[in-house]
T-cell receptor
Protein backbone atom coordinates (compact mmCIF):
# COMPACT_ATOMS: atom_id res chain seq x y z
CA UNK A 1 0.00 0.00 0.00
CA UNK A 2 1.00 3.59 -0.49
CA UNK A 3 2.18 5.79 2.34
CA UNK A 4 3.24 9.40 2.59
CA UNK A 5 5.77 10.70 5.08
CA UNK A 6 6.23 14.29 6.05
CA UNK A 7 8.75 15.72 8.49
CA UNK A 8 9.33 17.32 10.84
CA UNK A 9 5.97 17.34 12.60
CA UNK A 10 6.65 20.67 14.28
CA UNK A 11 9.26 23.33 13.67
CA UNK A 12 10.05 26.63 15.34
CA UNK A 13 12.30 28.93 13.34
CA UNK A 14 13.49 32.54 13.72
CA UNK A 15 12.65 35.15 11.13
CA UNK A 16 15.24 35.21 8.37
CA UNK A 17 16.34 31.60 8.80
CA UNK A 18 16.17 29.03 5.99
CA UNK A 19 13.60 26.27 5.70
CA UNK A 20 13.51 22.77 4.31
CA UNK A 21 10.49 20.51 4.65
CA UNK A 22 10.59 17.08 3.13
CA UNK A 23 7.88 14.78 1.87
CA UNK A 24 8.28 11.28 0.50
CA UNK A 25 5.81 8.79 -0.92
CA UNK A 26 6.20 5.04 -0.85
CA UNK A 27 4.48 2.30 -2.75
CA UNK A 28 3.77 4.12 -6.00
CA UNK A 29 5.65 5.60 -8.91
CA UNK A 30 5.34 8.91 -10.75
CA UNK A 31 2.80 10.40 -8.36
CA UNK A 32 1.47 13.92 -8.64
CA UNK A 33 2.79 15.79 -5.59
CA UNK A 34 1.42 18.87 -3.85
CA UNK A 35 2.34 21.35 -1.13
CA UNK A 36 -0.43 23.21 0.69
CA UNK A 37 -0.43 25.77 3.46
CA UNK A 38 -3.25 26.06 5.94
CA UNK A 39 -3.33 29.25 7.98
CA UNK A 40 -5.25 29.34 11.24
CA UNK A 41 -8.99 29.38 10.61
CA UNK A 42 -8.60 29.32 6.87
CA UNK A 43 -8.82 26.75 4.13
CA UNK A 44 -6.04 25.12 2.19
CA UNK A 45 -3.95 27.16 -0.17
CA UNK A 46 -2.16 25.25 -2.91
CA UNK A 47 1.46 26.40 -3.04
CA UNK A 48 3.14 24.07 -5.54
CA UNK A 49 2.42 20.95 -7.48
CA UNK A 50 4.54 18.59 -9.53
CA UNK A 51 3.63 16.04 -12.17
CA UNK A 52 7.17 14.70 -12.57
CA UNK A 53 10.83 14.99 -11.59
CA UNK A 54 12.03 18.56 -11.96
CA UNK A 55 8.57 19.79 -12.98
CA UNK A 56 7.23 22.35 -10.52
CA UNK A 57 4.22 24.60 -10.91
CA UNK A 58 3.87 27.53 -8.55
CA UNK A 59 0.42 28.72 -7.64
CA UNK A 60 1.17 31.71 -5.50
CA UNK A 61 4.19 34.03 -5.81
CA UNK A 62 5.86 34.10 -2.44
CA UNK A 63 8.88 33.53 -0.33
CA UNK A 64 8.89 29.77 -0.84
CA UNK A 65 10.17 27.37 -3.49
CA UNK A 66 9.77 23.67 -4.17
CA UNK A 67 11.90 20.99 -5.75
CA UNK A 68 11.43 17.40 -6.79
CA UNK A 69 14.87 15.84 -6.99
CA UNK A 70 13.54 12.27 -7.10
CA UNK A 71 10.32 10.68 -8.30
CA UNK A 72 8.81 10.32 -4.84
CA UNK A 73 10.46 13.19 -3.00
CA UNK A 74 9.10 16.70 -2.74
CA UNK A 75 10.88 19.46 -0.84
CA UNK A 76 9.59 22.84 0.27
CA UNK A 77 12.24 25.48 0.91
CA UNK A 78 12.86 29.06 1.79
CA UNK A 79 16.06 31.05 1.96
CA UNK A 80 14.71 33.56 4.50
CA UNK A 81 11.55 32.95 6.47
CA UNK A 82 9.02 35.69 7.14
CA UNK A 83 6.54 35.90 10.00
CA UNK A 84 3.77 35.39 7.45
CA UNK A 85 5.19 31.96 6.59
CA UNK A 86 3.80 30.54 9.82
CA UNK A 87 1.16 27.89 9.32
CA UNK A 88 0.40 24.24 8.87
CA UNK A 89 2.06 22.77 5.78
CA UNK A 90 0.62 19.71 4.15
CA UNK A 91 2.05 17.48 1.49
CA UNK A 92 -0.23 15.35 -0.65
CA UNK A 93 -0.05 12.94 -3.55
CA UNK A 94 -2.42 11.50 -6.13
CA UNK A 95 -1.87 8.70 -8.65
CA UNK A 96 -3.33 10.58 -11.59
CA UNK A 97 -5.09 13.89 -12.12
CA UNK A 98 -8.70 14.12 -10.90
CA UNK A 99 -8.22 11.33 -8.41
CA UNK A 100 -8.35 11.90 -4.66
CA UNK A 101 -5.31 13.34 -3.04
CA UNK A 102 -3.82 11.62 -0.02
CA UNK A 103 -2.31 13.78 2.68
CA UNK A 104 0.61 13.55 5.04
CA UNK A 105 0.26 14.42 8.71
CA UNK A 106 1.51 17.97 8.21
CA UNK A 107 4.22 20.21 9.64
CA UNK A 108 3.31 22.95 12.10
CA UNK A 109 5.71 25.83 11.37
CA UNK A 110 6.01 28.69 13.85
CA UNK A 111 8.13 31.71 13.05
CA UNK A 112 9.45 33.78 15.95
CA UNK B 1 -11.97 27.52 -13.41
CA UNK B 2 -13.41 25.85 -10.34
CA UNK B 3 -14.54 27.17 -6.98
CA UNK B 4 -16.20 25.83 -3.87
CA UNK B 5 -18.37 27.57 -1.31
CA UNK B 6 -19.04 26.00 2.05
CA UNK B 7 -21.92 27.68 3.82
CA UNK B 8 -21.38 27.97 7.54
CA UNK B 9 -17.88 28.00 8.98
CA UNK B 10 -19.22 26.44 12.20
CA UNK B 11 -22.04 23.95 12.63
CA UNK B 12 -23.18 22.58 15.97
CA UNK B 13 -25.44 19.53 16.36
CA UNK B 14 -26.50 17.36 19.23
CA UNK B 15 -25.28 13.80 19.45
CA UNK B 16 -27.73 11.61 17.52
CA UNK B 17 -29.00 14.48 15.37
CA UNK B 18 -28.73 14.82 11.61
CA UNK B 19 -25.52 16.29 10.27
CA UNK B 20 -25.81 18.49 7.17
CA UNK B 21 -22.75 20.31 5.83
CA UNK B 22 -23.33 22.39 2.73
CA UNK B 23 -21.12 22.65 -0.33
CA UNK B 24 -21.81 24.45 -3.59
CA UNK B 25 -19.41 24.34 -6.48
CA UNK B 26 -18.70 26.12 -9.69
CA UNK B 27 -16.97 24.38 -12.54
CA UNK B 28 -16.61 25.02 -16.24
CA UNK B 29 -16.23 21.29 -16.91
CA UNK B 30 -17.91 18.23 -15.39
CA UNK B 31 -16.60 18.21 -11.84
CA UNK B 32 -15.06 15.63 -9.62
CA UNK B 33 -16.04 16.37 -6.02
CA UNK B 34 -14.60 15.28 -2.71
CA UNK B 35 -15.20 15.62 1.00
CA UNK B 36 -12.32 15.45 3.42
CA UNK B 37 -12.20 15.45 7.22
CA UNK B 38 -9.41 16.92 9.33
CA UNK B 39 -8.89 16.22 13.01
CA UNK B 40 -6.76 18.65 15.04
CA UNK B 41 -3.12 18.78 14.03
CA UNK B 42 -3.55 16.06 11.43
CA UNK B 43 -3.66 15.85 7.68
CA UNK B 44 -6.82 15.47 5.65
CA UNK B 45 -8.58 12.14 5.28
CA UNK B 46 -10.80 11.37 2.33
CA UNK B 47 -14.43 10.76 3.32
CA UNK B 48 -15.96 10.22 -0.09
CA UNK B 49 -15.71 11.16 -3.75
CA UNK B 50 -17.99 11.79 -6.70
CA UNK B 51 -16.51 10.93 -10.07
CA UNK B 52 -19.56 11.00 -12.39
CA UNK B 53 -20.96 7.59 -11.49
CA UNK B 54 -23.81 7.34 -8.96
CA UNK B 55 -25.06 10.71 -7.75
CA UNK B 56 -25.50 9.45 -4.18
CA UNK B 57 -22.10 8.64 -2.81
CA UNK B 58 -21.49 6.71 0.38
CA UNK B 59 -18.30 7.24 2.33
CA UNK B 60 -16.62 6.18 5.50
CA UNK B 61 -17.94 6.66 9.02
CA UNK B 62 -21.58 6.67 7.87
CA UNK B 63 -21.34 9.84 5.78
CA UNK B 64 -22.86 10.27 2.37
CA UNK B 65 -23.26 13.07 -0.15
CA UNK B 66 -25.55 13.69 -3.08
CA UNK B 67 -24.44 15.34 -6.29
CA UNK B 68 -27.15 17.67 -7.63
CA UNK B 69 -26.14 19.21 -10.91
CA UNK B 70 -29.19 21.47 -11.12
CA UNK B 71 -28.31 23.00 -7.75
CA UNK B 72 -24.53 22.76 -8.22
CA UNK B 73 -24.42 21.23 -4.76
CA UNK B 74 -22.68 18.36 -3.03
CA UNK B 75 -23.91 18.46 0.55
CA UNK B 76 -22.55 16.05 3.15
CA UNK B 77 -24.94 14.28 5.50
CA UNK B 78 -24.96 11.74 8.29
CA UNK B 79 -28.20 10.55 9.88
CA UNK B 80 -26.94 10.45 13.44
CA UNK B 81 -24.00 12.45 14.76
CA UNK B 82 -21.46 10.92 17.07
CA UNK B 83 -19.04 12.74 19.35
CA UNK B 84 -16.15 11.38 17.29
CA UNK B 85 -17.48 13.27 14.24
CA UNK B 86 -16.31 16.57 15.71
CA UNK B 87 -13.70 17.83 13.24
CA UNK B 88 -13.26 20.19 10.32
CA UNK B 89 -14.72 19.20 6.98
CA UNK B 90 -13.56 20.37 3.59
CA UNK B 91 -15.31 20.14 0.26
CA UNK B 92 -13.09 20.14 -2.83
CA UNK B 93 -13.58 20.19 -6.59
CA UNK B 94 -11.39 19.38 -9.55
CA UNK B 95 -12.18 19.63 -13.18
CA UNK B 96 -8.83 20.30 -14.75
CA UNK B 97 -5.71 18.25 -14.58
CA UNK B 98 -3.81 17.93 -11.36
CA UNK B 99 -5.39 20.54 -9.06
CA UNK B 100 -7.99 20.49 -6.32
CA UNK B 101 -9.76 23.63 -5.16
CA UNK B 102 -10.82 23.49 -1.53
CA UNK B 103 -13.55 25.30 0.33
CA UNK B 104 -12.72 27.21 3.48
CA UNK B 105 -13.96 24.40 5.69
CA UNK B 106 -16.78 23.82 8.18
CA UNK B 107 -16.01 23.05 11.79
CA UNK B 108 -18.50 20.55 13.17
CA UNK B 109 -19.18 20.57 16.89
CA UNK B 110 -21.15 17.73 18.46
CA UNK B 111 -22.74 18.34 21.84
CA UNK B 112 -24.28 15.98 24.36
Amino acid sequence: SQTIHQWPATLVQPVGSPLSLECTVEGTSNPNLYWYRQAAGRGLQLLFYSVGIGQISSEVPQNLSASRPQDRQFILSSKKLLLSDSGFYLCAWSPVPNQPQHFGDGTRLSIL
Amino acid sequence: AQSVTQLGSHVSVSEGALVLLRCNYSSSVPPYLFWYVQYPNQGLQLLLKYTSAATLVKGINGFEAEFKKSETSFHLTKPSAHMSDAAEYFCAVTGTASKLTFGTGTRLQVTL
